[in-house]
Antibody, heavy 121, light 107 residues
C-alpha cells in the first residue's frame, strides 16, 4: 500500500523560500505515475500547484509557475516542492498526491496527510 | 482555466437522508471528474473517478453521474461517518481545478 508523507518547515519568512518534501513508501516513485502538490489556504478551496514525472517532465499551474520548482530524488524515493518569494497568501496546508499514470484514468488516488506552512516574520 | 462551480457550499441533513452535490464545469471536461471526501485534519479521500467509477472500498451508497458538463455526487442514505466536506476535481485540462467544496453538516 503506497503511502505519502509531507515534511518540511512549518514557518517561513516573507520573501523566503518554502521547501517541502514528499516521501513515498510502499511503492516506487518510478512507477509511471505523475506526482502532484496541492495546497489549501485556511478557509479556502484547493489549488493544484503542479506535478512531475520521474522521467523529468513537469507541469505547473500558470498562476504559480514563475515561483515553483518540483523535483525528484529517485534514490530517496522522494519528490520536493520549492516555492520562492513567499507572502502571507502562501500560508496553507500543503498536500502531496499521486496522480494518474500515463494512459490511465486513475487520478489522485493517494494523498498525504498534509503539512501546514505559515508565512510570517 | 476551467472553472468548477460546486453547489451547495454547505447543507444540513439527517442520517438516512439522500444528499446530492453538483459540480458544473465551465467547459467540456469529458468524464475526467473525480469526487473526494475530506474530514478535518486528514488528507482527501477519493470516492469516485471518471465521473462514475466507485473507488475500491468506498460504500455503494456513494455514486457519481454526469450530464454534459454537470456532475453529481449522490449519497443515497447519509450515515454518521459521512459528515464531512466534499469536493470535485477536473483533470481533463491543465491546470487541474477543484470545486470550492460542500460541507455536509448534521441537521
Amino acid at each position: 500500500q503506497v503511502q505519502l508523507q509531507e515534511s518540511g518547515p512549518g514557518l517561513v519568512k516573507p520573501s523566503g523560500t518554502l521547501s517541502l518534501t514528499c516521501s513515498v513508501s510502499g511503492g516506487s516513485l518510478s512507477s509511471g505515475n505523475w506526482w502532484s502538490w496541492v495546497r489549501q489556504s485556511p478557509g479556502q478551496g484547493l489549488e493544484w500547484i503542479g506535478e512531475m514525472h520521474h522521467s523529468g517532465g513537469s507541469v505547473y499551474n500558470p498562476s504559480l509557475e514563475s515561483r515553483v520548482t518540483i523535483s525528484v530524488d529517485k534514490s530517496r524515493n522522494q519528490f520536493s516542492l520549492r516555492l520562492r518569494s513567499v507572502t502571507a497568501a502562501d500560508t496553507a496546508v500543503y498536500y502531496c498526491a499521486r496522480d494518474r499514470a500515463a494512459g490511465t484514468d486513475d487520478p489522485f488516488d493517494i494523498w498525504g496527510q498534509g503539512t501546514m506552512v505559515i508565512v510570517s516574520s | 482555466d476551467i472553472q468548477m462551480t460546486q453547489s451547495p457550499s454547505s447543507l444540513s441533513a439527517s442520517v438516512g437522508d439522500r444528499v446530492t452535490i453538483t459540480c458544473r464545469a465551465s467547459q467540456d471536461v469529458r468524464n475526467d471528474l473525480a469526487w473526494f471526501q475530506q474530514k478535518p485534519g486528514n488528507g482527501p479521500k477519493r470516492l469516485i473517478y471518471t465521473a462514475s467509477r466507485l473507488q475500491s472500498g468506498v460504500p455503494s451508497r456513494f455514486s457519481g453521474s454526469q450530464s454534459g458538463t454537470e456532475f453529481t455526487l449522490t449519497i443515497s442514505s447519509l450515515q454518521p461517518e459521512d459528515f464531512a466536506t466534499y469536493f470535485c476535481l477536473q483533470n481533463y485540462h491543465y491546470p487541474w481545478t477543484f470545486g470550492q467544496g460542500t460541507k455536509v453538516e448534521i441537521k
